[in-house]
């Protein structure tokens, strides 16, 4: 199942159990749960958060920012499920608590699709 026909079946539940919250949670908590870390060999302070080959997000242990994909993430939340910029960095602050454990982290979109998660 690809990310788009994962997205669609979940508004499909949604919209079956008039249930607004549960498909953005869900779509995020597919993603970080797949997450693989590795730190950066020539930046030390770097995590980089994979999926396969590509990079999801960035963390910099120094300045606590979580760089996330805008492609992959930000610009699904924002399209698929409308929301506001705000409400994506609530939701991402709180994943990144509950599956990375980094507590409190400043979430910054950015395109880092590009970047091998070798580091």
Do not use: W
């Amino acid at each position: 199942m690809t990310d788009l026909e994962f997205i669609k079946s979940l508004k499909a539940y949604r919209d079956k159990y008039n249930r607004d919250r549960l498909p953005k949670s869900i779509f995020l908590y597919g993603i970080f749960s797949r997450f693989r870390a590795k730190t950066s060999e020539k930046y030390p302070e770097i995590i980089i958060y994979f999926i396969g080959d590509k990079t999801y997000a960035i963390y910099d242990t120094k300045t606590k920012y979580f760089y996330y994909c805008y492609h992959e993430i930000h610009l699904v939340l924002e399209s698929e499920f409308g929301l506001n910029e705000q409400k994506i960095k609530e939701l991402i602050q709180g994943k990144v608590d509950e599956h990375l454990k980094l507590g409190v982290v400043t979430p910054v979109a950015v395109n880092i699709v590009s970047l091998p998660s070798g580091g």
